[in-house]
């Protein structure tokens, strides 16, 4: 059975800047609570917190701030005019 992910492949730009993002704040900040301070534990609990609330309510703190940032946005309005041709 060769059955991909098609929900991985249609992902906004967004959308994967938020994982990779997400993911890395939460790999080091256990690295950091486990070898300097138990205290960036909440710093993981942060991220979740604030993951676990953007999938109910749509908002996205980090989103926000990447999108002023200018990062994720191009690549987002070149895939949309791409599907609309």
């Known amino acids: 059975m060769n059955q991909s992910n098609q929900s991985c492949s249609i992902m ?3 959308e ?3 994982r990779r993002l997400a993911g890395a704040f ?3 900040s256990v690295i950091l ?8 534990f909440l ?3 942060f991220v979740g917190l ?3 609330q953007s999938s109910f309510t749509n908002w ?5 701030i990447l999108a002023k940032v200018g990062i994720g946005v191009e690549k987002e309005a070149d ?3 791409n599907s609309l041709s």
């Open 12 to 14: 906004r730009p967004m």
């Open 16 to 18: 994967k800047v938020i």
């Open 26 to 28: 939460v790999t080091i």
């Open 33 to 40: 609570g486990y070898f300097m301070s138990p205290y960036w």
């Open 43 to 45: 710093f993981t609990l």
């Open 50 to 52: 604030n993951l676990f």
């Open 60 to 64: 996205c703190l980090a989103e926000q």
């Open 79 to 81: 895939s949309q005019s």
